[in-house]
């Protein structure tokens, strides 16, 4: 099951997933799920951009060479519109969208800078006024009901499906050079298909209702008659006009090509060598004045000759498992030259749907382009030298083989990975533990050095997440540990981190330190080995303190930070007065918690009783005394120990503290929140609203905004709560790949919710109670466009963002990219981008931004 998400690093299915062998805007890996065989020697692959909605045409500002733009022929919720290609260094990624268009299916730049669309279905030409001088974009709608009418409330349903100004020499009776002659396809349900022109910026009469009365700026017609009624049986799919302005060329759907003067007088024209059957696109190269036509059913592009009409196959698509012809290797492609006939963009509708970028080959030696495919196997636990290839065999030297190519592989993010093979063209690498790993691949020609071509893989735990579109704790990353349990920050140094292990021994139970490695994180050294442990705290001075369930015991481990041999040393031996109580939280008083009973910088104990030995009860020590005197060891918060009888028919979970200081929280495993003062006084509950917690297993308290995380383990998710009102929203939810229902335990087992000192992260621990290794979620606040954590903004940190990037109001692309959604609003759009134009400075420099 696939799930939008604005949250983990981690693939939606169990094992492991290349995410991005394609990325959106990069040197791409151009073998999976798509390959194209080039016959000729003019072009070569130079880039794939992989699109959340279809491509159309691509058209150059004729003011500002170099600047494109695209049109996406969709709806106006899926992002149907007009976007700039923005480049980045010498390759393109889809960038801000000028304007939102329901189906816009082509696109023109007059001479003056002004950019026209036709809208399919929707009866309409408009025009976007000088797109190149910025925001805000004037959008007029020019021809609203598209087609001549007979009166002026009559409504057309014709269908303008492609637009071309016709160039110097097509003049006629009805047409003069520089006007927009207007294709429409009209064989689907209004016959028949017809060519109209338009003055540009002509006025209609009246204003804007598409009744032109002026018939020397608007003309139905190019011809007053279109003879070959054949043509008027199939729908009309694109036109050009030949190099030299005197003849259209249209297509259409049964592979018909018809030849049109400027009088609209039409002869067929039949190319030889190749028998065509859905012709969708067409265009004619500026350079030497070929015809090239691309059919669907053929996965083909052929070009051929105006004067002898032989045609010669340029490329074919393919898709892996499906052989040639078959119209799911691509689907209704169209054609758009442009740079005066150095970069060729076809377009492909399939799924995924693609823009294809293909590159003019200069003379001498062209530069070599890299591709990586890969194959990672599913894996099962326990991780144990998990291998999987990586292979650059398809990469092309840019003359046409890959000959003479030397090859370098390199670890681009992740946990530390073995490569077999750095200079091979294909390697085996070898991961120790679940990760998000990026690799990329250099070649080399012996003459000019490509871009990197970059892929990640996830080797994902059995459990994921997803946070909410609010949630700002979006980057992940999971350590396995079997039951894991509170994070605590040594005060003394809060870049040591420690954390429990409730396993028996045997499963590695006990205190270990957590280590941040390799852009993510792994358990360190095992301080102590005990079984059970159940809480764990630090006081001021920097020594642990920890509990054991079930057997009543406080222990203390002196300044772990000193490092070995450390010493695990019981403090009081029998909680409570009684051998079977269950001590199953502490926490150190903050701070301004200053009561009869309990001062800063003691221990708080919370003692679960409901399950054998009832009431629950709420205990303080202070280790500022002596150990083993009497008088350390208080058996009260307040006057007394216990809660209200109302509140002992279930379990104490979990103790937390306000953001000021001044307030205890007690959360009940029944979904309670209690609220006590410094004297043991029960201020009343949490008025939670917006969700009903039926297994409250763990509260932290954020330090940023004070807010309450409560962890339910019925409902496979974590909520924040106003302390105040008891507002909640959803943050956090917990799926099993195979698993698709929420309120399901084996998702999410005995949660536990810590934060870090800066509120940066959030720790959650999941025991998943069915299978052997539970994990600790370390997950994030996005703190820029350093994705990888090396001090720079470069290609590397580029290649996530375009894994990422699906445009405005829809989610991300792919698993892990919640980092790249700066604003946040749940998309990575062209605003994100934005921001990380504004940090890209390049590799081993710093970033261009705060």
């Given at each position: 099951m696939k799930r939008s998400t604005c949250?983990?690093?981690?693939?939606?299915?169990?094992?492991?997933?290349?995410?991005?062998?394609?990325?959106?805007?990069?040197?791409?890996a151009l073998a999976q799920p798509v390959s194209v065989t080039i016959d000729g020697t003019d072009y070569y692959a130079y880039e794939l951009l992989v699109l959340p909605i279809p491509a159309g045409d691509v058209v150059e500002d004729p003011q500002d060479p170099g600047r494109l733009y695209m049109a996406q022929d969709d709806t106006l919720g899926a992002g149907g519109g007009i976007y700039r290609l923005e480049p980045l260094g010498p390759f393109w990624v889809r960038g801000e969208k000028i304007a939102a268009i329901d189906n816009p299916t082509s696109i023109l730049f007059a001479p003056d800078g002004d950019l026209w669309f036709a809208r399919d279905y929707e009866e309409g030409i408009g025009v976007i006024r000088s797109p190149r001088t910025g925001a805000p974009y004037t959008v007029e709608e020019i021809i609203e009901e598209f087609g001549m009418p007979t009166t002026p409330t009559e409504d057309r349903d014709d269908d303008p499906i492609a637009i071309a100004l016709a160039p110097p020499g097509f003049d006629g009776s009805n047409?003069?050079?520089?006007?927009?002659?207007?294709?429409?396809?009209?064989?689907?349900?209004?016959?028949?298909?017809?060519?109209?022109?338009?003055?540009?910026?002509?006025?209609?009469?009246?204003?804007?209702?598409?009744?032109?009365?002026?018939?020397?700026?608007?003309?139905?017609?190019?011809?007053?008659?279109?003879?070959?009624?054949?043509?008027?049986?199939?729908?009309?799919n694109d036109f050009t006009f030949t190099s030299d302005g005197s003849a259209l060329l249209a297509v259409f759907a049964g592979g018909q090509i018809a030849q049109l003067n400027a009088e609209g007088e039409d002869t067929p024209l039949v190319p030889t060598g190749v028998t065509f059957t859905s012709t969708s696109g067409i265009a004619t190269n500026p350079i030497d004045g070929r015809i090239w036509v691309a059919d669907d059913n053929l996965d083909e592009i052929w070009s051929f000759d105006m004067g002898t009409l032989a045609a010669r196959r340029e490329m074919l698509f393919t898709r892996a498992g499906s052989a040639a012809p078959n119209g799911i290797n691509f689907r209704?492609?169209?054609?758009?030259?442009?740079?005066?006939?150095?970069?060729?963009?076809?377009?492909?509708?399939?799924?995924?749907?693609?823009?294809?970028?293909?590159?003019?080959?200069?003379?001498?030696?062209?530069?070599p382009t890299a591709r990586i495919t890969t194959d990672v196997p599913n894996y099962t636990l326990p991780l144990d030298d998990f291998s999987f290839t990586l292979d650059g065999t398809t990469s092309d030297d840019g003359d046409g083989g890959s000959q003479g190519l030397t090859y370098q592989w390199v670890q681009l993010?992740?946990?530390?990975?073995?490569?077999?093979?750095?200079?091979?063209?294909?390697?085996t690498v070898t991961v120790s533990r679940p990760g998000a790993y990026g690799f990329a691949l250099l070649v080399d020609d012996g003459q000019a050095v490509n871009n990197q071509a970059m892929t990640s893989v996830a080797i994902a735990p059995l459990v994921y997440f997803e946070a909410s579109a609010t949630c700002p704790y979006k980057k992940g990353f999971a350590v396995p540990i079997a039951?894991?349990?509170?994070?605590?920050?040594?005060?003394?140094?809060?870049?040591r981190m420690y954390v429990m292990n409730d396993a028996a021994v045997a499963n590695g139970g006990g205190i270990w330190r957590l280590d941040k490695v390799d852009g993510g994180y792994a358990l360190g050294e095992q301080i102590v080995s005990t079984a059970n442990p159940s809480g764990l705290a630090f006081t001021p001075n920097g020594d642990l303190w920890h509990l054991t369930d079930y057997a009543g015991t406080v222990w203390r481990i002196p300044a772990p930070r000193l490092g070995a041999p450390y010493t695990n040393e019981m403090v009081i031996s029998e909680f409570g007065g009684s051998g079977d109580d269950d001590s199953i939280q502490l926490v150190t008083a903050p701070p301004g918690f200053d009561g009869t009973n309990v001062?800063?910088?003691?221990?708080?104990?919370?003692?679960?009783?409901?399950?054998?030995?009832?009431?629950?009860?709420?205990?303080?020590?202070?280790?500022?005394?002596?150990?083993?005197?009497?008088?350390a060891y208080t058996t009260t918060l307040g006057s007394s120990p216990f809660l209200p009888s109302t509140y002992n028919d279930n379990d104490i979970n979990d103790l937390a503290f306000s953001k000021d200081g001044s307030t205890l929280f007690i959360a009940l495993d029944k979904g309670q929140i209690l609220k006590l003062d410094a004297?043991?006084?029960?201020?009343?509950?949490?008025?939670?609203?917006?969700?009903?917690?039926?297994?409250?297993?763990?509260?932290?308290?954020?330090?940023?905004?004070?807010?309450?995380?409560?962890?339910?383990?019925?409902?496979?998710?974590?909520?924040?709560?106003?302390?105040?009102?008891?507002?909640?929203?959803l943050e956090l939810s917990f799926f099993r790949p195979t698993d698709?229902?929420?309120?399901?335990?084996?998702?999410?087992?005995?949660?536990?919710?810590?934060?870090?000192p800066d509120g940066r992260k959030i720790f959650i621990s999941d025991v998943t109670d069915t299978v052997a290794e539970g994990w600790l979620w370390i997950i994030e606040k996005p703190t820029g466009a350093d994705f990888d954590g090396d001090g720079d903004v470069d290609v590397n940190d580029f290649a996530h963002f375009q894994i990422c990037f699906n445009g405005s109001s829809r989610p991300p692309a792919a698993e892990g990219c919640s980092d790249a959604d700066f604003e946040p609003d749940g998309d990575v759009d062209v605003n994100d981008f934005a921001v990380f134009q504004l940090c890209f400075n390049g590799a081993a420099r710093p970033p261009a931004c705060e």
């Open positions: 949250g983990s690093i981690f693939s939606t299915a169990m094992g492991a997933l290349a995410l991005s062998v394609a990325l959106i805007g990069a040197p791409s047409v003069d050079p520089g006007e927009m002659v207007i294709g429409d396809r009209g064989a689907d349900g209004n016959d028949p298909n017809d060519f109209y022109v338009y003055t540009l910026n002509a006025t209609l009469d009246p204003p804007g209702s598409g009744f032109p009365l002026d018939p020397t700026q608007y003309k139905r017609y190019l011809a007053n008659t279109f003879t070959l009624s054949e043509y008027n049986t199939i729908n009309l209704e492609p169209e054609i758009s030259f442009t740079g005066n006939g150095e970069y060729i963009w076809v377009s492909d509708i399939s799924t995924p749907k693609y823009l294809w970028v293909f590159k003019k080959r200069q003379p001498g030696n062209n530069p993010y992740g946990p530390a990975a073995t490569i077999a093979s750095p200079t091979a063209p294909s390697t039951e894991p349990g509170e994070v605590v920050f040594d005060p003394t140094d809060n870049n001062d800063p910088g003691d221990l708080v104990i919370g003692d679960r009783g409901f399950d054998s030995n009832p009431p629950n009860a709420v205990f303080v020590y202070s280790p500022t005394l002596p150990v083993g005197d009497p008088g004297e043991g006084n029960l201020l009343g509950t949490v008025p939670v609203t917006g969700v009903s917690l039926t297994n409250l297993e763990a509260i932290g308290v954020n330090p940023l905004d004070g807010r309450i995380w409560a962890s339910d383990d019925n409902i496979d998710q974590v909520w924040s709560i106003d302390p105040d009102t008891g507002e909640a929203r698709t229902r929420v309120d399901h335990q084996i998702n999410f087992h005995d949660p536990g919710v810590s934060f870090s």
